[in-house]
């Protein structure tokens, strides 16, 4: 049996502490602000919980549930990045750890990638995932009418689409519970295929994750041709330097919210390229402005402790 591959929080505990982890940071500077993933008080965290299995995989999550399994907390699920093609759960383990200390319920969840599978399995596992961690609310403490879902880059197109199609691309064999969420939090998050595809870096990366370049397939997992009235509250974060999920395709997105009476805000950060958010400077003030969007959606968790 092969061996497990190493998280991305492990990965960066192997390096040197010197090493350029991203341009202009260290291993040792992402460690600082990620490496902090103790459950706070009042919560309880457990690591690679499985939400489902398909064809014989476990597919897992991380999950910080309180400790109290009375409460009934607001919920956030986070979907990582990676082009569909890679990344790891633990991209979002920091943001969990943060949120139970405010005193929600947080899980960020692996899902199968590319090339093991094509669209829309991943949309599925993510579906997968949110469905698990409403029918098993009562014993994590949380409210199953207030779960957030939450993405970044690849994980913030399969976020998005998870709370624009309920009823739609539902996963065969999961807890017979509602996939619809209450709000849902993205970064920089792929609004058009069609859009990406023209892009060089990011062509190769839909036709692996589509295995097609039919325009109704484009179309069909894009999505800016998913909106309509009734969709839950969005909030997206991204940057004025993105070459790859630009500004101007993620205006159009909220554009197309604007058109439909959806609730929206687009806050983007001057000069920030792809994946601003995950680098210290950038990761802070996107949790701030999640917090608050939280607060307005589901309403604030008292503080632990």
């Known amino acids: 049996m ?42 309880v965290r457990m690591d690679a919980v499985e939400y489902a299995r398909v064809d014989g995989q476990p597919l897992v999550l991380d999950v ?49 990638l590319v090339p093991q599978v094509r669209w829309p399995e991943p949309l599925l596992d993510a579906k997968r995932a949110l469905r698990w961690l409403r029918a098993n609310a009562a014993r994590l403490g949380a409210d199953p009418d207030r779960i957030v879902i939450a993405g970044g880059s690849a994980g913030g197109h399969l976020a998005a689409m998870v709370a624009l199609t309920p009823g739609r691309f539902e996963p065969a064999g999961a807890p017979d519970v509602p996939s619809t969420v209450s709000g849902a939090v993205i970064w920089y998050p792929c609004a058009d295929m069609e859009s990406l595809l023209a892009h060089p870096d990011g062509g190769p990366m839909v036709e692996a994750f589509l295995g097609s370049r039919d325009a109704e397939t484009l179309r069909e997992a894009s999505p800016l041709w998913q909106v309509a009235a009734g969709a839950p509250p969005f909030l997206t974060m991204t940057g004025s330097a993105d070459q790859l999920t630009t500004e101007a395709d993620i205006r159009r997105l909220h554009a ?23 680098a210290p400077g950038g990761w802070e003030p996107c949790f701030a402005e999640m917090c608050v969007f939280l607060d307005e959606v589901v309403g604030a968790a008292v503080p632990a402790g």
Do not use: K, M
């Open 64 to 112: 910080y549930a309180r400790a109290g399994a009375s409460e009934r907390r607001p919920a956030v699920l986070f979907v990582h990045g990676g082009g569909w093609a890679g990344g790891c759960r633990t991209f979002h383990s920091r943001h969990c750890a943060a949120l139970a200390e405010l005193g929600y319920v947080a899980a960020t969840a692996d899902y199968r």
């Open 2 to 43: 092969a061996e497990t591959p190493p998280t991305w929080i492990e990965a960066l505990r192997s390096l040197d502490p010197d090493a350029e982890a991203a341009p202009g940071f260290r291993a040792a500077d992402f460690l600082a602000l990620h490496d902090h993933l103790d459950a706070p008080p009042g919560a």
């Open 256 to 278: 197309a919210f604007d058109a439909c009476g959806v609730r929206n805000r687009l806050r983007v950060f001057d000069g920030a390229d792809h994946a601003f958010d995950l």
